[in-house]
């Protein structure tokens, strides 16, 4: 045999490792490529502009806090009931409602409702709030956040699809009227 036709054992190894750090790179670019294109594949007919109902406002007697539920509308058919997230409803008049984030505004455990005390109270780290959401006491810096929301015929409708954050909160309150805010 020539000594161009035969392969050496160290050119062998090259091209193995070649091609298995070529596999390597590729396993690792998979994931990336799809975060960086994510927000092309991204179906917003149910997107971030999604008003959810949470029921009729009959279901909300004026003067009480009520656990709801709402379905993500990014949900996924393996979410399962991870997609059914809870959320509070503060009924305050006839169309004057809050919604809340379940979640506690310092680390975000859930926090509960005390219709005695008319606290809400997270009992991870003893955040508490005031039946207006803002913060009574505890290590949270601000108060619960709130959904946008309005009410629909005789539905009450949140704006889902989108985390309630700072961002949102300074949203609504450069509405005048939270109860009625339209997209």
């Not at 979640?103 to 955040?127: D, E, I, K, Y």
């Not at 601000?142 to 699809?161: N, P, S, T």
């Amino acid at each position: 045999m020539s000594e161009h036709t035969e392969l050496s054992r160290r050119s062998l190894l090259m091209k193995l490792g070649i091609v298995l750090n070529g596999v390597v790179a590729a396993l690792v670019a998979i994931p990336i490529f799809g975060y960086l294109l994510s927000p092309l594949r991204r179906n917003n007919a149910g997107g971030s502009d999604a008003w959810i109902s949470l029921g009729p406002v009959t279901e909300f007697p004026v003067g009480q806090t009520r656990l709801a539920t709402y379905h993500n509308p990014f949900r996924r058919p393996w979410d399962g009931q991870t997609a059914d997230i809870p959320c509070w409803v503060r009924r305050i008049g006839d169309e004057q409602f809050q919604v809340f984030a379940v979640n506690c505004a310092h680390l975000g455990c859930p926090v509960r409702w005390f219709s005695q005390s008319g606290l809400f109270m997270c009992p991870c780290h003893g955040g508490v709030y005031y039946a207006d959401g803002s913060r009574a006491s505890g290590p949270p810096e601000r108060g619960l956040f709130e959904y946008r929301h309005k009410v629909e015929g005789d539905q009450l409708m949140i704006k889902a699809g989108q985390l309630p954050t700072l961002a949102t909160q300074a949203e609504l309150r450069g509405h005048p009227g939270r109860t009625s805010c339209a997209s």
